[in-house]
């Protein structure tokens, strides 16, 4: 497993340029809302959640596809945003929000670790620093 640190993560996000000027970051929860964060800092804009259910604490699929599991209570219409995912292993839910958002905005994706518009590393295996392992 290969395990990054918080500072060479903080160091990848404080280097990353991006090509748009967002007006709101969308974190994809659970997952995403720690590198929101980390990236509010950087850009100074607002964040906001996208409650999507696909898999576990183990990331085995708990459904066939992923789904909404909390109605989008912000608008987007006219928006710039900068969707966010920890880890993007198939891209599904990744683009499910997409689809969710891309009906009023134009969206550009972030992932800590995978596949996306921007993203920090892209690992087979991959371990996250503010993942706690209980015992």
Not at 40 to 62: A, G, M, N
Not at 107 to 115: D, E, H, R
């Amino acid at each position: 497993m290969n395990s990054k640190s918080w500072l060479e993560i903080g160091d990848r996000v404080t280097a990353m340029q991006f090509e748009e000027v967002f007006d709101v970051i969308v974190a994809i929860a659970n997952g995403g809302i720690v590198p929101a964060a980390l990236l509010q800092q950087k850009l100074k804009i607002p964040v906001e959640l996208l409650k999507i259910s696909f898999r576990d604490t183990t990331h085995k699929p708990l459904y066939d596809a992923p789904r909404l599991v909390a109605p989008i209570h912000f608008d987007i219409a006219g928006k710039k945003i900068l969707l966010v995912e920890d880890r993007v292993k198939t891209g599904a839910t990744l683009e499910h929000a997409r689809q969710l958002l891309s009906s009023g905005a134009i969206v550009k994706t972030f992932a800590v670790n995978g596949n996306a518009d921007y993203s920090l590393f892209n690992e087979n295996c991959f371990s996250f620093p503010w993942v706690i392992k209980a015992g």
